[in-house]
């Protein structure tokens, strides 16, 4: 059963942060994710406010989307994210088709 990251960012330190964007989506690939969303136009209708960026991944199960997260590759990237932005992210798993 397929399974998602999704994330709200709201981005500090906009040089830095460009450090995870370049590296992040490698390490994401490399665990099969597929990036479905990432910063585009986005409006809060029920909530808290609107983040400046809203990201959705998906992933073939949940196991490979918690893999993928917990990856050195991956957690290298995120380390660039420290500092220069506010991150939620949770993983989710879908439903059955």
């Known amino acids: 059963m397929k399974a998602y990251w999704i994330a709200h960012v709201d981005v500090t330190d906009p040089a830095q942060y460009s450090e995870y964007t370049r590296r992040a989506p490698a390490a994401?690939?490399?665990?099969?994710?597929r990036i479905l969303a990432r910063g585009g136009r986005s409006e809060a209708l029920e909530g808290r406010a609107t983040p400046q960026r809203s990201v959705v991944i998906e992933f073939a199960t949940y196991?490979?989307?918690?893999?993928?997260?917990?990856?050195a590759e991956y957690q290298d990237a995120c380390s660039q994210r420290?500092?220069?932005?506010?991150a939620e992210v949770i993983i989710v798993e879908g439903v059955a088709p």
């Open 63 to 71: 196991e490979q989307a918690l893999a993928c997260y917990r990856s």
């Open 28 to 33: 994401i690939a490399q665990h099969g994710g």
């Open 82 to 86: 420290q500092g220069a932005a506010l």
